[in-house]
């Protein structure tokens, strides 16, 4: 059985695991969450930096852990297996950016086919972060989650800190030398499954799987994707 440690992605937090822990302890696995830094904790978001939450994962990791990340997530995931390599088992992309060193997760999201965010966010006064308007949130993450879920989610979201989205993150063989796997959402309408198909190329065929679910298959179906990471983990 493995170890995981879920991560989550903009604007959420550990809650959002709530239905795939146990999902998975079902089924043997030990499963850990975390809050990232900045995200609900009253913090002002202009001080925190990308290298805190990377350090965030690793305190919560241990050498077998494989590592989940959630759309932003993919940015202190690696981040983390570039500082800390030997202190990770693996990682797993679930619809999430796969960095590209020398870019920033916004220059990424810039650089993508399609802006699925337009119009959708909204930034504080000080411009240090962003809300997704409560108008647009549950077409873009949760347009096939139960209606139950998608109260508890609105209840829950919270500001999400720009700067670690804007710092350009530096990868290197640190980093390459950590196995990867990847989970494609074929209907996420907030990184474009086209976008997903394309940073998931880089890696080995055997390794990239697909959901057919949107941005948040931890609730659109938390048991289909507690088997998948079962599985890849097997491969780790």
């Not at 850990?32 to 001080?47: E, I, Q, V």
């Not at 494989?66 to 202190?76: E, K, Q, R, T």
């Not at 109260?151 to 710092?167: G, N, R, S, V, Y």
């Amino acid at each position: 059985m493995a170890e995981f440690l879920l991560v989550h992605g903009s604007c959420h937090g550990a809650w959002c695991w709530r239905d795939v822990v146990p999902a998975l302890e079902a089924r043997g696995h030990t499963a850990r969450t975390l809050t990232l830094p900045g995200h609900g904790d009253g913090r002002d978001p202009a001080g925190i930096t990308l290298a805190e939450t990377a350090e965030a994962v690793l305190a919560a990791s241990t050498p077998d852990t494989i590592v989940l990340g959630h759309s932003w997530a993919g940015f202190p995931i690696s981040a983390a297996a570039e500082a800390g390599p030997d202190r990770l088992r693996g990682l797993i992309y679930l619809c999430s950016y796969i960095p590209v060193s020398g870019l920033s997760l916004i220059g990424m999201r810039k650089a993508g086919p399609r802006q699925t965010l337009t119009g959708a966010t909204a930034k504080n006064a000080a411009g240090t972060s962003y809300s997704f308007v409560a108008e647009t949130a549950p077409e873009l993450f949760y347009h096939d989650c139960p209606a139950e879920t998608v109260e508890f989610a609105l209840e829950h979201l919270c500001p999400q800190p720009i700067p670690p989205q804007d710092t350009p993150i530096r990868l290197g063989d640190r980093f390459e030398g950590v196995p990867k796997a990847y989970i494609r959402c074929t209907q996420d309408r907030v990184i474009p499954p086209e976008y997903q198909a394309q940073m998931a190329a880089q890696l080995p065929p055997q390794r990239v799987f697909e959901m057919q679910t949107s941005h948040s298959p931890f609730f659109a179906d938390p048991e289909g994707l507690a088997d998948l990471i079962g599985h890849i983990a097997k491969d780790f």
